[in-house]
Nanobody, 116 residues
Framework: VQLQACGGGLVQAGGSLRLSCAASGSIFSIGAMGWYRQAPGKQRELVASITSSSITNYADSVKGRFTISRNNAKNTVYLQMNSLKPEDTAVYYC???????????WGQGTQVTVSS
């Protein structure tokens, strides 16, 4: 499975960005997909995840501001980010978990910078 993420950029606080991540390869076995982020000097953390049946989970810090969704026909997962804050600045990574075999794949990361 290969994951290609895009949509990052520079935005002012309060603005919005939409990230997308397209999967290719052995996509028939993809289960959950998600977005993580890593800020300088910090550990990678879960932002949001979505199962194959579209059950979602969010980090407390982004609840009410970010929305994760997926289009199974396009093998793509999205992250709509609204009301962005400077503390949202990080490299955002998408991931996909396959079920056969059980494995986690990562995209290359896309930079999101929120200026105050």
């Amino acid at each position: 499975v290969q994951l290609q993420a895009c949509g990052g950029g520079l935005v002012q606080a309060g603005g919005s960005l939409r990230l997308s991540c397209a999967a290719s390869g052995s996509i028939f076995s993809i289960g959950a997909m998600g977005w993580y982020r890593q800020a300088p000097g910090k550990q990678r953390e879960l932002v949001a995840s979505i199962t194959s049946s579209s059950i979602t989970n969010y980090a407390d810090s982004v609840k009410g501001r970010f929305t994760i969704s997926r289009n199974n026909a396009k093998n793509t997962v999205y992250l709509q980010m609204n009301s962005l804050k400077p503390e949202d600045t990080a490299v955002y990574y998408c991931n996909a978990i396959t079920t056969m075999p059980f494995y986690t794949y990562w995209g290359q990361g896309t930079q999101v910078t929120v200026s105050s």
